[in-house]
T-cell receptor, first 114, second 113 residues
């Protein structure tokens, strides 16, 4: 029972490079989310999806894009990485709205932009 | 804007002690509150989910209570063990149509053998 799986677990980028973080869930959840965790800031929502083919902006969406072409996958893209995007990124999913159901998180991706 | 506070930021207790972790939130109109555990360099593990209509939830040695009107929740850990050492986070969902969990910054718990 894998749950929520994130790829890769670690990555170092140079300023201006691009990359895609992959999140996969095997629980048939409708809702998926990307959060970032920074020291002293807590977790903040970047983007989320309420179903296949849908995406929406969260609290801190600037500099990121997302896609949900398949229900089980949620991709987070950085088109031109900046040092301010150095963070730990967490993907999460929930069966339905977080107003009603529990959220499950992946193991995280530690990204460093130099 | 909803704000979630967890005090203290760090707590150290001897093994076997019962302990309480605190979480407070500024907007009492929440849908639910969830407690998580985070081990160093790892992801978040869900511990307990309390819906707004509930007063408490229990799982093994863990008991979480919710007092919506006062904007507070507590996580009670009975007979603490060194394996309980981790950072504990609480998060709330609030606001019409909100899809966001608003997190506290966590309490780092150390259980000393």
């Amino acid at each position: 029972n894998a749950g929520v799986t994130q790829t890769p677990k670690f990555r170092v980028l140079k300023t201006g490079q691009s990359m895609t973080l992959l999140c996969a869930q095997d629980m048939n959840h409708e809702y998926m989310y990307w959060y970032r965790q920074d020291p002293g800031m807590g977790l903040r929502l970047i983007h989320y999806s309420v179903g296949e083919g849908t995406t929406a902006k969260g609290e801190v969406p600037d500099g990121y894009n997302v896609s949900r072409l398949k229900k089980q996958n949620f991709l987070l893209g950085l088109e031109s990485a900046a040092p301010s995007q150095t963070s730990v990124y967490f993907c999460a999913s929930s069966l339905y709205s977080p107003m009603n159901t529990e959220a499950f998180f992946g193991q995280g991706t530690r990204l460093t932009v130099v | 804007k909803q704000e979630v506070t967890q005090i203290p930021a760090a707590l150290s207790v001897p093994e076997g002690e019962n302990l309480v972790l605190n979480c407070s939130f500024t907007d009492s109109a929440i849908y639910n509150l969830q407690w998580f555990r985070q081990d160093p360099g790892k992801g978040l593990t869900s511990l307990l989910l309390i819906q707004s209509s509930q007063r408490e939830q229990t799982s093994g040695r863990l008991n979480a209570s919710l007092d919506k009107s006062s904007g507070r929740s507590t996580l009670y850990i009975a007979a603490s063990q060194p394996g309980d050492s981790a950072t504990y986070l609480c998060a709330v969902v609030s606001g019409a149509g909100s899809y966001q969990l608003t997190f506290g910054k966590g309490t780092k718990l150390s259980v000393i053998p």
